[in-house]
């Protein structure tokens, strides 16, 4: 920084041509005052003869010494005052450039004394750089984790084709099925990736209109009920009947993500899903019996690639993207979604979005 241009000068300088600016207007003011008096009220001559209108020499050394000491008194408060200034905002400038050099953990630091917008300042900086390490902790989690999901099926086709190729194995029909098996769960996983993506950025399209959405969801849940009774679930459902405002494919798939994830990790028991509204809108519920989610990992289980520590979370795999899929499409409805633990130590999965009249939009 040119040091003739930094804001400590500036400063200074203002301060000091302000103290000059009112001493001369002091003394320029002073003659003012006593040439109008003189012309409203003319002395005598005998005032004339005393007066002097120069003033003395003890006077111009009055004035010099008021002068330095006010001179003196402004560059200190000037000082003072570009400090209290500048060194929160040279501390946000050192971060700045420490970030820059991708130094993540930098923070600027604001003195007790320094003035409320510099604080404020500061304050917004350090919620910045927290916010700047949060996603590349994120960016760097979601490489990671989509790597280590893609391994294993990649692994799998590579395996059995380069056994095909090599004549390992033999080219029948189950082994064409299973390779199908496996390309399918690459395209799930790709979709629900993209779904994530789309919806943390507020680009998921939606396709809203008013279904019977009871209908479509009882169709979804028994297709995948044969999954959930070999497992050792029993499917119970109540469904509301009427119009409902949304995007039917979207809350399907919700309906899918949240029935899998409960046979993946749930207790094997009772599975209903209930389909309703009350003031706060419309809401999808589904419920499973155990084994329940620990209260701190309930505010984490939708973010994506979150599982539980129990064995069976681990055993069961999965993709981890299943409930984010969940929150991406309550969010892209206006809504969200909340998991709780019910009295019986069973699991209440809830994704509740406006109806038309909240949104004010004719049926």
């Known amino acids: 920084m040119n040091v003739s241009n930094s804001m400590s000068r500036q400063i200074i300088l203002s301060m000091t041509a302000v103290v000059l600016c009112v001493i001369a207007l002091a003394v320029v003011g002073t003659y003012v005052f006593y040439a109008l008096l003189w012309t409203l009220s003319p002395p005598t001559q005998l005032e004339l003869e005393a007066d002097e ?11 010099s010494l008021i002068t330095c000491v006010s001179l003196g008194v402004g560059v200190a408060v000037a000082v003072k005052l570009s400090r209290r200034i500048l060194m929160p905002l040279n501390s946000v400038a050192a971060s700045l450039r420490s970030l820059a050099d991708g130094d993540l953990d930098a923070r600027a630091v604001a003195p007790d004394v320094s003035p409320g917008e510099a604080a404020r300042l500061v304050n917004d900086f350090n919620s910045m750089a927290n916010r700047l390490k949060r996603m590349a902790e994120e960016q760097a989690f979601w490489n990671a984790a989509i790597a280590h999901e893609l391994r294993t099926p990649l692994t799998i086709l590579r395996g059995r084709l380069q056994g095909l190729a090599e004549g390992v194995f033999k080219p029948e029909k189950s082994q064409f099925y299973s390779l199908l098996s496996q390309v399918e769960g690459l395209t799930r996983l790709v979709e629900d990736l993209r779904v994530v993506g789309m919806g943390d950025n507020g680009y998921l399209e939606l396709d809203i209109k008013h279904v019977e959405l009871a209908d479509a969801l009882k169709a979804e849940a028994r297709l995948f009920e044969p999954s959930l009774n070999s497992a050792g679930f029993v499917l119970l459902l109540d469904l509301r009947k009427g119009p409902v405002h949304c995007d039917p494919a979207r809350i399907r798939q919700a309906l899918l993500a949240l029935l899998d994830n409960i046979r993946r990790h749930a207790t094997p028991g009772n599975v209903s899903v209930k389909l309703g509204s009350d003031e706060r809108g419309n809401f999808l519920r589904v419920a499973d019996e155990g084994p329940g989610v620990d209260e701190p990992f309930a505010t984490l289980i939708f973010d994506a690639f979150q ?31 909340a998991c709780r633990t019910l009295v019986n130590g069973g699991t209440l999965f809830e994704l509740s979005w406006p109806t038309a009249t909240l949104l004010n939009i004719e049926p």
Request: proline share 2%; no cysteine.
């Open 307 to 337: 599982r539980g520590d129990s064995s069976r979370s681990r055993a069961q795999g999965g993709s981890g993207l299943g409930l984010a899929v969940v929150r991406s499409i309550a969010l892209a409805h206006g809504g969200a979604v």
């Open 53 to 63: 209108w120069l003033p003395s020499g003890v006077e111009w050394a009055w004035m």
